[in-house]
């Protein structure tokens, strides 16, 4: 295991001049901090989501493209020595243009992955500048050369060997000598076209790097001292969580607690890398440990919301006591690549909802072709507006009592599927997108304070 620590830096982390000098602080602070993995400026991903998507006006285009110029030119003028680095960021810029127009023309999500890594490719730039200029031996990496995935653009697979091999070979070395800024969220294919992990990427990159190159330690640092009992944007009383298991803090990613990408902590787990999460403006106020052994291990433990859920229905007298139905309705989502998330079944008809989407974002979908397979099978009832509440805690479904508790306070919400007793750490439901949030607060109120 090699001794240094891998820090990760979000958008809202590099957002401005001002955030970037507390992030290299940070750095500073940490002789062991060799690999710093950074997001894009914020808001520079949703801006170029936008453009990527296609955006045919040409006033609408050159409208985002001043703001994103905007972004970094603000950054750019509070550096003493900018003109190298201007010069890059300009040469991306002129890219976007580019590739905003011919998104214009016809979108793919080839294109959205080359336009929408160009964020991560400028804020890489300014923060290695940044941090020369405070006298540190920073260089630029392009994790492109590491970061091997499949060609599933938008929603890319790591290749875990390759990237292992590659880490050691190309950024292990150079860590010894330096500090190295890299850029999360984006890697590259076999043929060397760049992909993307997927919205809030650069915490999965961070692990996968940080296992890459067999790291002592993972900090992620956003806009949160840690990881809380529920988004405290939701609930303003929750709580940050001092210590926490790897499988707790998993389940709450996989259930959409923003802080983490859903996959972060899968490397971590591998290779036992102790992961902090804190916040880059108050890097003394604590955060949240994540680890494989824990002092206390809750009933309760926090309270997570995925949000953009679809729910298929499929409705068949057939089903009632055949065998086969269940097999044929899934070898029919396989062949259309549809993956499923959560089930359940009565005895005739089961409900499923969609894996999440790709860096273009939205609800899942069920393709047209799938859906006109499934209703030779069945009806088919494609619901969305919804979003997905998980209650995460430990040995759930060994305790007595607490399922009472739970439905109690959402006695007045419709509950559209309810998913619990597969994982001891979890009991989710769905419902309505417009009352899920005042829900969370509700048993939020109840549950944890
Ligand atoms: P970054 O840009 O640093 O990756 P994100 O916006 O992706 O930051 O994630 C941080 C945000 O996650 C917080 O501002 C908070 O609103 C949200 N969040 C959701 N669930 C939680 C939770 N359980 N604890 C803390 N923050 C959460
Ligand atoms: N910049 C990317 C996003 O906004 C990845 C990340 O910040 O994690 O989704
Ligand atoms: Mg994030």
Same mark, same amino acid.
């Given at each position: 295991?090699?001794?240094?620590?891998? @820090?990760?830096?979000?958008?809202?982390?590099?957002?401005?001049?001002?955030?970037?000098?507390?992030?290299?602080?940070? #750095?500073?602070?940490?002789?062991?901090?060799?690999?710093?993995?950074?997001?894009?400026?914020?808001?520079?991903?949703?801006?170029?989501?936008?453009?990527?998507?296609?955006?045919?006006?040409?006033?609408?285009?050159?409208?985002?493209? $001043?703001?994103?110029?905007?972004?970094?030119?603000? #950054?750019?003028?509070?550096?003493?020595?900018?003109?190298?680095?201007?010069?890059?960021?300009?040469?991306?810029?002129?890219?976007?243009?580019?590739?905003?127009?011919?998104?214009?023309?016809?979108?793919?999500?080839? !294109?959205?992955?080359?336009?929408?890594?160009?964020?991560?490719?400028?804020?890489?730039?300014?923060?290695? $500048?940044?941090?020369?200029?405070?006298?540190?031996? @920073?260089?630029?990496?392009?994790?492109?050369? /590491?970061?091997?995935?499949?060609?599933?653009?938008?929603?890319?697979?790591?290749?875990?060997? @390759?990237?292992?091999?590659?880490?050691?070979?190309?950024?292990?070395?150079?860590?010894?000598?330096?500090?190295?800024?890299?850029?999360?969220?984006?890697?590259?294919?076999?043929?060397?076209?760049?992909?993307?992990?997927?919205?809030?990427?650069?915490?999965?990159?961070?692990?996968?790097?940080?296992?890459?190159?067999?790291?002592?330690?993972?900090?992620?640092?956003?806009?949160?001292?840690? #990881?809380?009992?529920?988004?405290?944007?939701?609930?303003?009383?929750?709580?940050? #969580?001092?210590?926490?298991?790897?499988?707790?803090?998993?389940?709450?990613?996989?259930?959409?607690?923003?802080?983490?990408?859903?996959?972060?902590?899968?490397?971590?787990?591998?290779?036992?890398?102790?992961?902090?999460?804190?916040?880059?403006?108050?890097?003394?106020?604590?955060?949240?440990?994540?680890?494989?052994?824990?002092?206390?291990?809750?009933?309760?433990?926090?309270?997570?919301?995925?949000?953009?859920?679809?729910?298929?229905?499929?409705?068949?007298?057939?089903?009632? $006591?055949?065998?086969?139905?269940?097999?044929?309705?899934?070898?029919?989502? @396989?062949?259309?690549? /549809?993956?499923?998330? !959560?089930?359940?079944?009565?005895?005739?008809?089961?409900?499923?909802?969609?894996?999440?989407?790709?860096?273009?974002?939205?609800?899942?979908?069920?393709?047209?072709?799938?859906?006109?397979?499934?209703?030779?099978?069945?009806?088919?009832?494609?619901?969305?507006?919804?979003?997905? /509440?998980? !209650?995460?805690?430990?040995?759930?479904?060994?305790?007595?009592?607490?399922?009472?508790?739970?439905?109690?306070?959402?006695?007045?919400?419709?509950?559209?599927?309810?998913?619990?007793?597969?994982?001891?750490?979890?009991?989710?439901?769905?419902?309505?997108?417009?009352?899920?949030?005042?829900?969370?607060?509700?048993?939020?109120?109840?549950?944890?304070?």
């Amino acid at each position: 295991m090699s001794a240094f620590n891998v @820090a990760k830096f979000g958008g809202t982390s590099v957002a401005n001049f001002e955030a970037m000098s507390r992030c290299a602080a940070i #750095i500073e602070a940490n002789p062991n901090t060799k690999l710093v993995v950074s997001s894009a400026c914020s808001g520079v991903t949703n801006l170029l989501v936008e453009l990527a998507n296609g955006v045919s006006e040409q006033e609408r285009r050159a409208e985002l493209l $001043q703001k994103l110029a905007n972004i970094h030119d603000t #950054i750019l003028s509070q550096l003493k020595d900018a003109a190298e680095t201007a010069a890059e960021v300009y040469t991306i810029l002129d890219t976007i243009t580019s590739l905003a127009e011919a998104a214009s023309i016809q979108a793919s999500t080839k !294109l959205t992955d080359h336009l929408v890594a160009c964020g991560e490719l400028m804020s890489t730039h300014i923060l290695t $500048q940044l941090m020369r200029e405070r006298g540190i031996d @920073a260089v630029r990496f392009d994790i492109r050369d /590491v970061l091997r995935t499949d060609s599933d653009y938008g929603q890319a697979e790591p290749q875990l060997e @390759a990237i292992s091999q590659l880490a050691q070979e190309k950024l292990v070395p150079l860590c010894q000598q330096h500090v190295v800024i890299t850029q999360g969220f984006i890697g590259s294919d076999e043929e060397g076209n760049t992909t993307t992990l997927g919205r809030g990427g650069s915490d999965y990159s961070a692990a996968l790097i940080a296992e890459g190159v067999k790291s002592s330690g993972l900090e992620i640092w956003t806009d949160v001292p840690g #990881i809380y009992t529920t988004d405290p944007r939701i609930a303003p009383k929750a709580t940050p #969580i001092p210590e926490i298991s790897f499988s707790e803090a998993s389940e709450m990613a996989n259930f959409g607690a923003k802080i983490l990408h859903p996959s972060t902590l899968l490397p971590a787990l591998r290779h036992d890398i102790p992961v902090f999460v804190g916040s880059s403006k108050e890097p003394d106020n604590g955060g949240t440990w994540i680890r494989r052994k824990v002092e206390s291990s809750p009933l309760f433990r926090a309270l997570a919301l995925r949000t953009n859920q679809t729910m298929i229905t499929l409705h068949s007298a057939k089903m009632f $006591q055949a065998y086969g139905f269940l097999a044929k309705v899934f070898e029919i989502l @396989a062949k259309h690549k /549809v993956s499923v998330d !959560l089930i359940t079944t009565s005895e005739i008809s089961v409900s499923l909802t969609l894996d999440k989407t790709g860096t273009a974002g939205g609800a899942p979908q069920l393709p047209q072709a799938a859906r006109e397979e499934l209703e030779e099978l069945c009806t088919v009832d494609v619901e969305q507006n919804l979003s997905l /509440v998980a !209650l995460i805690g430990n040995n759930m479904s060994s305790n007595r009592g607490h399922a009472k508790q739970v439905f109690g306070t959402l006695e007045d919400y419709n509950l559209r599927m309810i998913c619990f007793g597969a994982s001891p750490h979890n009991l989710c439901f769905l419902l309505e997108e417009s009352v899920a949030k005042t829900a969370i607060e509700k048993l939020h109120r109840e549950l944890f304070e």
